[in-house]
């Protein structure tokens, strides 16, 4: 019997709240629902910058997930924050670095929604900062209160990663984000677009498996949601 895969998985901080009064991490069990579900362990990463090296060296995968949160404008070089940004400075700090040094060792990634965006600013991409103000005629992308129903379609572009995995030419997603993908980073392959232009999903071909994903799949409202997952934690066995 082969070894299960170790999935690091990022968190989400919070210095105060309804569960707690002091700071705390959390995770939305989903995320390690979709990991245990195909086979691996769900490993919660904190956010100490001087465990990436440790974490990197035990971990045979990296899924960084979701949060309310945005990456702050100056790591792609703008200085001017749009209001509506929200910042999780040592949240994003890890993230960059724990991606990048997985790319480094070729370790299979999947960034989710916010960590799509993730690894877009890793390999020197730019985000759009609110949709709305950038983008004309956008669909209503900021849908929280309906993370589990499919909201609008996207076309999945052909010869990608995306579609050998989905094998549709479109499928209709969740979406519960206000940035987007603006000038893809290096190496990367937009793999997915709305009806709006909006990008979707994005990949990086050079590496064994780097796939990033704006809407929310672990939440397997369809197939096609959860073959993804299931691709993911196939090439974190190696």
Not at 8 to 35: M, N, W
Not at 61 to 66: A, E, N, S
Not at 103 to 130: D, F, M, R, T, W
Not at 131 to 141: G, S, T, Y
């Amino acid at each position: 019997m082969s070894k299960k895969p170790l999935i690091g998985i990022t968190l989400d901080s919070l210095e105060t709240g309804d569960y707690a009064t002091f700071p705390f991490y959390g995770v939305r069990q989903k995320y390690c629902d979709r990991v245990v579900e195909e086979g691996g362990i769900p490993f919660p990463l904190t956010h100490d910058l001087g465990l990436v090296r440790e974490y990197v060296s035990l971990i045979d995968g990296l899924l960084i997930t979701g949060g309310g949160h945005d990456i702050s404008p100056t790591y792609y070089g703008v200085e001017k924050i749009h209001p509506t940004v929200t910042l999780k400075p040592q949240r994003t700090a890890f993230e960059l670095a724990i991606a990048k040094a997985v790319l480094e060792k070729n370790i299979p990634l999947l960034g989710i929604c916010g960590g799509e965006q993730v690894i877009n600013v890793a390999l020197g991409g730019s985000l759009i900062q609110h949709i709305p103000d950038e983008v004309p005629d956008p669909l209503d992308h900021l849908q929280p209160q309906r993370r589990n129903e499919l909201i609008h379609t996207i076309t999945v572009k052909k010869g990608t990663l995306l579609h050998k995995i989905v094998e549709k030419d479109e499928i209709s997603v969740n979406s519960v984000h206000h940035q987007a993908v603006k000038t893809p980073g290096q190496g990367i392959m937009v793999n997915a677009l709305a009806a709006d232009g909006v990008i979707e999903g994005i990949e990086a071909p050079a590496y064994r498996f780097c796939l990033g994903l704006q809407w929310h799949p672990e939440f397997a409202i369809t197939s096609q949601d959860k073959a993804l997952f299931m691709a993911f934690l196939e090439a974190a066995r190696g």
